[in-house]
């Protein structure tokens, strides 16, 4: 796989999850005890991924430290032979090599994607959003990189959604689909129901080209008043042949509470350390 670098925007308000988000970061939220955070640079390790650019707000130290090493906790769980813990936990914090850029001012997710270009530099690279959390065998992202190392030009993941759920999401019009791979022949960020091409949403995954930072830089406010991404890889379009991947597993918009809620009871339903009680509790309580 070619693609080194994933980047990982966190700066958003969070507005959603207020009050929690008064102090404590959405992405720091867990799924039932994992952060979405955890989940989305593992995932991005266990594609190949060597470094790691989290984009975040001022106010936002707690997210830099989650992956600083722990040495006291560390050395408590040793003490009390926790050894699956203590695996996980050195796992994520030495797998991968994380920095993080400061957006000051929350303009979108393309301006934030913008922050990074310093540290991605000349090359190919993803981005991961980690409200949407995604379980499958293989890492979507890592899926997606291959397909860009055969296909080139940008490749983002989508999902077929209900005609409710198309305003309040960016939506891509599709040709010569291909097994799970279709060419991209437009894209709109959170259109009326009555002018979106498709029910083909577009989910937060994406391995592009450099050039999408040059894109970012001209692009105009969008939907929102934000500087969408999805308007500045529309702008590659003409140039670039992009392809939209429809990726197997199960997916969760962990961005609202009930999206969480939900992941957290899928997790807890088929993890070995919980499902049997958390089964029989929900039965008697159902
Ligand atoms: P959202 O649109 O979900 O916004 O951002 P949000 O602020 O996180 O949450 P709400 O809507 O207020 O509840 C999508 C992704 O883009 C990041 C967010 O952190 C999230 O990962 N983002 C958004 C930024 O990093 N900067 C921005 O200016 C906007």
């Not at 091409?197 to 577009?202: E, G, V």
């Not at 105009?220 to 991404?229: K, V, Y």
Request: proline share 9%.
């Amino acid at each position: 796989m070619t693609i080194r670098k994933a980047v990982i925007p966190v700066a958003g308000f969070g507005t959603r999850f207020l009050p929690a988000t008064r102090s404590v970061p959405k992405v720091l939220i867990p799924v039932l005890d994992r952060p979405p955070l955890h989940l989305a640079v593992e995932e991005a390790a266990r594609a190949g991924v060597e470094h790691v650019v989290l984009v975040v707000s001022p106010d936002q130290q707690s997210v830099a430290d989650y992956f600083t090493p722990k040495p006291a906790v560390e050395d408590a769980l040793e003490r009390r032979g926790n050894h699956a813990l203590l695996g996980q936990m050195r796992d994520i914090a030495r797998t991968v090599d994380v920095s993080c850029v400061t957006q000051h001012e929350q303009l979108g997710l393309g301006h934030a994607v913008l922050m990074a270009r310093e540290a991605v530099d000349d090359e190919p690279f993803c981005v991961l959003l980690p409200d949407d959390v995604i379980w499958s065998d293989a890492p979507t992202i890592g899926s997606m990189a291959e397909h860009h190392d055969s296909l080139g030009g940008p490749v983002i993941a989508v999902k077929r959604v209900p005609d409710e759920a198309v305003p309040s999401l960016g939506i891509v019009d599709v040709r010569d689909a291909s097994g799970p791979l279709s060419r991209i022949a437009g894209m709109v960020e959170k259109p009326r129901l009555e002018d979106a091409p498709s029910n083909l949403a577009i989910i937060g995954r994406y391995v592009l080209p450099p050039r999408i930072f040059d894109a970012l830089e001209n692009v105009a406010p969008g939907a929102g008043g934000e500087i969408q991404l999805t308007d500045a890889i529309a702008a590659l379009l003409p140039t670039e042949a992009a392809h939209a991947y429809e990726f197997p597993g199960v997916h969760f918009d962990v961005g609202t509470p009930l999206g969480l809620l939900k992941a957290s009871v899928h997790d807890a339903l088929r993890r070995p350390d919980t499902a049997a009680e958390f089964r029989r509790w929900l039965a008697e309580t159902l």
